[in-house]
């Protein structure tokens, strides 16, 4: 089976920069989403393929991906972007991945 | 806009079986390929079923496979999951959720999510 590993948790203070990795073999050959849940909500689509934004996602937001990691940063973090963040890749074997989430704080 | 709204859930002891549905609406349902992925409370996101638009496609996660069964009625715009078996780890939120394209076996991202309805498996 395909692994996604993430930090279970990161904090960061308001206005900083937070920055979110997930790893797994040969990541920068896929391509990655990130979602974000927010306490009692559902995921929403932050990042797909690997760079892009959808439509009402804050420019803050960004991702890259190579090698083995692929990253989400948020420029200006704010309280509002406390949440959980998971990545996802699709494996030819393994179909959709999650990682295993990551717990932003901001404080 | 983009509408998905799930039903069914409840608890059910082990070993019985229950339906999923997730009614669409605000979008060609036709047109996308459906998953399932549930969230056990206070766990991560675990993927679970995939379906292609015309059907012709349909993955599973190894932790259902054999018990979990999805389709969909293109028809009445619905999606479904047929669980059978269920075990207590398959408590969970369940939520239905559309991926914005599926071409050539691969998929790409879940791009809208319903609201969830939890499944409780208990004796």
């Known amino acids: 089976s395909y692994d996604l590993t993430q930090p279970p948790s990161v904090s960061v203070s308001p206005g900083q920069t937070a920055s979110i990795s997930c790893s797994g073999d040969?990541?920068?050959?896929?391509?990655v989403c990130w979602y974000q849940q927010r306490p009692g909500q559902s995921p929403v689509l932050a990042i797909y393929?690997?760079?892009k934004r959808p439509s009402g996602i804050p420019e803050r937001f960004s991702g890259s991906n190579s090698g083995n990691t692929a990253t989400l940063t948020i420029s200006g973090t704010q309280a509002m972007d406390e949440a959980d963040y998971y990545c996802?890749?699709?494996?030819?074997?393994?179909?959709?991945?999650f990682g295993g989430g990551t717990k932003l704080t901001v404080l | 806009q983009v509408q998905l709204v799930e039903s069914g859930g409840g608890v059910v002891q082990p070993g019985r079986s229950l339906r999923l549905s997730c009614e669409a609406s605000?979008?060609?349902?036709?047109?996308?390929?459906m998953h399932w992925v549930r969230q056990a409370p206070g766990k991560g996101l675990e993927w679970v079923a995939v379906?292609?638009?015309?059907?012709?496609?349909?993955y599973y996660a190894d932790s259902v496979k054999g018990r979990f069964t999805i389709s969909r009625d293109n028809s009445k715009k619905t999606l479904y999951l047929q669980m059978n078996s269920l075990r207590v780890e398959d408590t969970a939120v369940y939520y239905c959720?559309?991926?914005?394209?599926?071409?050539?076996?691969?998929?790409?991202?879940?791009?809208?999510w319903g609201q969830g309805t939890l499944v409780t498996v208990s004796s």
């Open positions: 605000g979008f060609s349902f036709y047109n996308y390929a």
């Open positions: 379906i292609w638009f015309d059907t012709n496609i349909i």
């Open positions: 393929q690997d760079t």
């Open positions: 996802q890749a699709w494996d030819s074997n393994t179909y959709v991945v």
């Open positions: 040969g990541l920068g050959d896929k391509y």
């Open positions: 959720v559309r991926d914005w394209d599926c071409s050539d076996g691969v998929c790409s991202a879940l791009d809208y």
